[in-house]
């Protein structure tokens, strides 16, 4: 009885440890999801050029992946639109060979690596 109870106790403990862990896993992705597209926008920026649908539709795939599926179309227009401001002002500002705009462009050459 005493077996049953000190398993039923840990089992509920690993779900709830599980449900605590499950904000900070999609806050991550989203964080993922904002940096990669920030590279794709950088890259835009930078080289002067426009992706075409079937370019976005690569990376996209691409980025859907590395964060495992776990953000919502909804999520993902959100933190695309909310990374473009920043990512604009931080190429104008900085400048395309920065550290900072490299780093994103470093993201942006490994999505397109893995299409």
Do not use: H
């Not at 039923?8 to 779900?15: H, M, N």
């Not at 900085?94 to 900072?100: A, F, H, P």
């Amino acid at each position: 009885m005493m077996k049953s109870r000190l398993m039923a106790g840990l089992v509920v403990g690993a779900g709830f440890a599980l449900l605590a862990a499950a904000p900070a896993v999609a806050q991550d992705a989203a964080e993922t999801y904002k940096q990669y597209q920030a590279g794709i926008y950088a890259k835009e920026l930078c080289s002067d050029k426009m992706f075409t649908q079937d370019e976005y539709d690569k990376l996209g795939e691409a980025l859907d992946k590395k964060v495992n599926y776990d953000l919502g179309a909804g999520q993902r227009l959100t933190l695309i639109e909310g990374m473009k401001d920043d990512t604009k002002k931080l190429v104008k500002r900085e400048g395309c060979n920065s550290d900072q705009v490299k780093e994103l462009l470093k993201r942006y050459d490994e999505l397109a690596g893995a299409q």
